[in-house]
């Protein structure tokens, strides 16, 4: 049994202060055996933590891309992707990238204007995020997951871990091989459990207010 996260933000992310070979340690430390790094527009947090992690981790690295209507993350970005919605959908289907809905319906931020346009790119989504630890209230990750199962979505989940304190907050099991392959077909087929708890407000005053004066001095 694999345990994961599927949303992991270090310092290449200007909301993150984490340093890849600090997550890399932590991570391992509090058994985790797969973690995907998606930073926002960019792949280079994914590719620096990869290269740190060797064997003793198996990184996912990808990037969660804004785009006018939310965000999504893509798996395996080669970085090349622009900022529509459609295009990114298209081109992630063309190159087999895996494509996951990061907090649809969570209205205290952009990606909640997503939900209307879920229908149109319903069929390049490979899952749904259906719990997020940053989502504050509660209801917004029921309100994701209550949608996939109605239309029956595979589902991940994440931390979307912007600090160390927050590694743990989610972790996602998964009964397959450890490869990226197999880890994907998991995921499609419907079947991975996890447990969950949201992070402390303390996190979000940290990434809105601490972290910017930090950077100021």
């Known amino acids: 049994m694999l345990k994961a996260d599927f949303h992991i933000h270090t310092r ?26 998606v930073d926002h527009n960019s792949i ?4 620096k933590t990869k290269k740190i992690a060797g064997k003793k981790i198996l990184v996912i690295p990808g990037e969660e891309i804004m785009t ?3 965000e999504l993350i893509i798996f395996l970005s080669d970085g090349m992707y622009n900022n529509n919605l ?12 895996f ?7 969570d209205f205290l931020r952009i990606g909640a204007c997503l939900r209307h346009h879920i229908k149109k790119i319903k069929s390049f989504i490979d899952a ?32 979307d871990a912007h600090f160390l304190e927050e ?12 490869n990226i392959d197999s880890i994907f077909k998991y995921i499609k087929k419907n079947k991975i459990r996890f447990k969950g708890k949201r992070c402390s407000f303390y996190s ?9 004066l930090e950077k100021l001095i």
């Open 68 to 70: 006018r209507y939310g």
């Open 128 to 159: 749904i995020e259906v719990f997020n630890s940053r989502t504050m209230l509660n209801k917004f990750n029921l309100m994701a997951k209550k949608y996939a199962k109605n239309n029956n979505m595979p589902q991940t989940m994440g931390s």
């Open 44 to 47: 280079k947090g994914g590719i």
């Open 204 to 212: 979000h005053f940290k990434t809105n207010v601490v972290l910017p």
């Open 12 to 37: 290449y992310s200007p909301c993150s202060n984490m340093k890849p070979r600090d997550l890399v340690k932590t991570a391992i430390a509090k058994g985790y055996d797969v973690i995907g790094v």
């Open 99 to 105: 494509l996951v809905v990061s907090h649809p319906f």
């Open 167 to 178: 590694i743990g907050n989610v972790e996602v099991y998964l009964d397959c091989e450890k």
């Open 86 to 97: 459609i295009d990114i959908c298209e081109r992630a289907k063309d190159l087999n990238h």
